[in-house]
């Protein structure tokens, strides 16, 4: 089956601090996402990559940046965390071409 | 443009069967999928239709596929207590290799025994 890792699922942290969230995959897919989750909003594309150091902007990419330099690994990174940021994260990856997309668990950030 | 919607919350019986309706609005659209999120939890690939077909089953679900109208809907059958969660409708545009998933805003099941 395939997996989606991601490693921290509840995370505080404070106003201005540089925040990672790590996703890793280990199916060799070539597309990955980064999805914000917030009630009433549904899932909000942030940032995909279809190809390691790839990457392309989502719906909502302002205060958000991603890393791509191994296939496996995805990593969205808030440079300076806001209490507006405080959501559910959801990671997701493909293989190119293919119609299903899996998800992680899900990283709860809260921003106080 | 790309816009997908659904109500945002349904109760139904322990028993009776379930209808979650979802909208699109971009005929371009080739795979729609239901995805399900109980509490705490990630998203579940529940199902997804290509949209040459008019209805998928599978098991307790019925997937209907009306694309005149971009309308499309899960039917879980028997519906069971562990059904609750929230279930989301998403599309996916043209071809599959570079795009992402769009999603509509989830529609909140409740199952009462």
């Known amino acids: 089956d395939v997996k989606v890792t991601q490693s921290s699922r509840y995370l505080v942290k404070r106003t201005g601090e540089k925040v990672f969230l790590e996703c890793v995959q280990d199916?060799?897919?070539?597309?990955m996402f980064w999805y914000r989750q917030d009630p009433g909003l549904g899932l909000r594309l942030i940032y995909f990559?279809?190809?390691?150091?790839?990457?392309e902007k989502g719906d909502i990419p302002e205060g958000y940046s991603v890393s791509r330099e191994k296939k496996e690994r995805f990593s969205l990174i808030l440079e300076s965390a806001s209490t507006n940021q405080t959501s559910m994260y959801l990671c997701?990856?493909?293989?190119?071409?293919?119609?299903?997309?899996?998800f992680g668990e899900g990283s709860w950030l809260t921003v106080v | 443009g790309e816009d997908v919607e659904q109500s945002l919350f349904l109760s139904v019986r322990e028993g009776d069967s379930s209808v979650i309706n979802c909208t699109y609005t971009?005929?371009?659209?080739?795979?729609l999928y239901w995805y399900k999120q109980e509490p705490g939890a990630g998203l579940q690939l529940l199902t997804y239709?290509?949209?040459?077909?008019d209805m998928k089953q599978d098991q307790r679900l019925t997937v209907l596929l009306n694309k005149k109208d971009k309308h499309l809907s899960l039917r879980i059958a028997d519906t069971q207590t562990g059904d609750s969660a929230i279930y989301f409708c998403?599309?996916?545009?043209?071809?599959?290799?570079?795009?992402?998933?769009?999603f509509g805003s989830g529609t909140r099941l409740q199952v009462q025994p």
């Open positions: 997701a990856s493909r293989e190119i071409g293919g119609n299903t997309i899996y």
């Open positions: 199916m060799d897919h070539e597309n």
């Open positions: 990559s279809y190809d390691v150091k790839m990457k």
């Open positions: 971009d005929s371009s659209s080739t795979y």
């Open positions: 239709i290509f949209s040459n077909m």
């Open positions: 998403a599309e996916i545009l043209g071809d599959t290799g570079r795009r992402a998933l769009t």
